[in-house]
């Protein structure tokens, strides 16, 4: 079963409850910055609870920072649901990992 594209009110009152994350090119986007040595436990954590969630991020770590994109494949590309929970479980494994939202 696809899943279903979030309509754009939907979107706007998940985002509401995730601080740091937006829209850029169309995907659920966040930057994050720790320190270096949080990073990789940070990353591991995340890479577990994707594989739990069976729903994966495109993800960037460069230094300090670690960035992900979020979309759904099954509902071709769009934002759902299972992006916006994705986040959030991303937002609170920063926050255990010391990690926070990069600013602009």
Known sequence: MAATPL??????EALTGLPGWSVRGGKLAATFKADRA???GFYAAV???????????EITVLYGTIGFRLDTHD???AITARD?????????????HGAR????
């Open 7 to 12: 309509t754009p009110t939907e979107l706007d």
């Open 38 to 40: 949080a990073v990789p």
């Open 47 to 57: 890479a577990a609870a994707e594989d739990a969630a069976d729903h994966h991020a």
């Open 75 to 77: 509902a071709g590309g």
């Open 84 to 96: 916006t929970a994705l986040a959030a479980r991303v937002s609170a494994l920063a926050t255990e």
């Open 101 to 104: 939202p990069a600013e602009g």
